[in-house]
């Protein structure tokens, strides 16, 4: 079996009992980064040096222990990472060093994980085709004239393209899962709290959190495990229980309730979208879950929720960036000046326009009109999605309502923001979800089925996932 063919769990088999070296591992995806990446362009920075020198102390060192030991990971460029660049994909960064490593990245290291380097996102992560980065558009693996899902894009496409086993990406809306979606890996949101935040770039601080992207749901429960935990840099984090998640993948689901929501048949999906979805379904039924009708009232109002909650709290987190502190440095006689050539020239049109809405949204005499009444809508989206839990153990959606589109091709904002319709009410609601692909469309372009479980229940969500990823392979 090819190296690239491995699990993340039998690569740390292989270089725990010597069949493998560490150094062996990374050559081999760098390797492929040096071939492929000059057409996806997955990577804004590869840690050659840094990597193989990893690789070399692992492969010295004889008690080798750690549960990502000597796997390759791929790191989201709004992760931070001592000594490396961290730009979150905007000129107003660019060349900004970052002085501390995120939790994660320690976490993952002390547990013998290998970056490789950092990956192309959207800019700020707002986005959903990773064509608004400010340094180049990241192309699909699977088809390089389509996009490969956003704000994560360069994450999910580098472990589609095998440059990497596994990576991180952040959502706020659908990041991690909607381009796992679209480039046809595994994408996983764990649950706000599960997984701390410190050293990730701020985008909606209500909404952001941390999650793996793998080829399996094996890799992204074995990451999830390291990644998980209470955090004291992150108030946000919860005090729960960290599982060694790839133990509950038993595939026994029977009993167990599958909730469809009533109100998704009044979106447009695509016809093989539906199809597969349909099918998702009879996999279910057929390893001895029920499936039954569930209803989300509130759920239609999401997205413009949504685009007044996430926008309102990038306008607060964002406003940090003004060319005195860090990052991009504007012209001008005095301070006011500055500020504005700075935000100018350093951000792009995507980031100015969700600032413009977000600081309007906030306004005096419009704060009650738009950001409080959002704000209640989404309390009620979120009991809603309480009591849908009371009668079904996990919620089957489309992760996106179609597969991947060209460059270019939605010409509004407003169509590149119902690519995340399925997506936004996870995280409006706190909740834990999982992207799995499950067959194409005509074209060859992946689809993904999302699985939403309950809060802190990823063992569970996990589970439900792998019924769903072995069946896929017969479909």
Request: charged residues 25%.
């Amino acid at each position: 079996m090819e190296i690239t063919e491995l699990k993340v769990s039998q690569i740390v088999s292989k270089i725990k009992s010597k069949e493998l070296k560490a150094k062996e591992v990374v050559q081999v995806f760098l390797s492929n980064i040096d071939k492929l990446d000059g057409d996806i362009k997955a990577f804004l920075n590869v840690f050659y040096d840094y990597a193989l020198k990893k690789a070399e102390k692992i492969d010295e060192n004889p008690q080798k222990e750690g549960l990502l030991l000597g796997v390759p990971v791929a790191i989201k460029d709004n992760i931070s990472i001592k000594g490396f660049e961290l730009t979150a994909g905007s000129k107003i960064l660019k060349g900004y060093i970052a002085p501390f490593s995120a939790t994660v990245i320690e976490k993952i290291e002390k547990e013998g994980a290998i970056i490789i380097g950092k990956t192309n996102l959207d800019e700020f992560a707002m986005g959903s085709s990773t064509e608004n980065s400010a340094f180049f558009k990241t192309r699909n693996p699977v088809n390089l004239e389509y996009v490969p899902g956003g704000s994560s894009g360069g994450s999910a496409a580098a472990v589609k393209a095998n440059e990497v086993p596994v990576a991180l990406g952040s959502d706020t809306g659908g990041s991690v899962r909607q381009p796992a979606s679209f480039c046809g890996v595994v994408g996983l949101k764990p649950t706000y709290g599960r997984v701390s935040r410190y050293g990730l770039v701020a985008f909606g601080s209500s909404l952001d959190v941390i999650g793996p992207i793998g080829k399996s749901v094996e890799d992204v429960a074995t990451t999830l495990s390291v990644i998980s935990g209470f955090d004291i840099h992150d108030s946000t984090t919860a005090q729960v229980p960290v599982l060694n998640f790839e133990k509950y993948l038993t595939g026994d689901i029977k009993g167990k309730k599958i909730g469809v929501i009533k109100e998704i048949q009044d979106f447009k999906v695509q016809p093989e979208v539906e199809k597969a979805f349909k099918e998702s379904l009879e996999v279910f039924n057929k390893n001895g879950a029920e499936i039954v009708e569930i209803s989300i009232p509130h759920i239609k109002y999401a997205l413009s929720v949504y685009y007044l909650v996430a926008p309102s709290e990038a306008s607060a987190n964002l406003a940090r960036y003004d060319g005195v502190r860090y990052g991009f440095e504007g012209i001008g006689d005095n301070l006011r000046d500055i500020y504005e050539d700075t935000r100018t020239r350093g951000f792009g049109r995507e980031v100015k326009r969700r600032i413009l809405i977000g600081t309007f949204a906030l306004s005096e005499g419009y704060y009650d009109q738009y950001y409080l009444k959002a704000s209640k809508v989404r309390r009620i989206i979120f009991e809603e999605f309480k009591k849908a839990f009371e009668i079904c153990d996990a919620i089957l959606t489309p992760t996106s309502p179609t597969t991947a589109f060209k460059f270019g091709e939605k010409a509004t904002p407003l169509e590149m923001y119902l690519s995340d319709v399925f997506t936004i009410p996870v995280n409006l609601s706190y909740l834990p979800a999982i992207s799995v692909p499950f067959g194409t469309d005509e074209k060859g372009l992946p689809i993904g089925i999302q699985i939403i479980g309950k809060w802190f229940k990823e063992e569970e969500l996990l589970n439900t996932a792998y019924v769903l990823q072995e069946e896929a392979e017969h479909v």
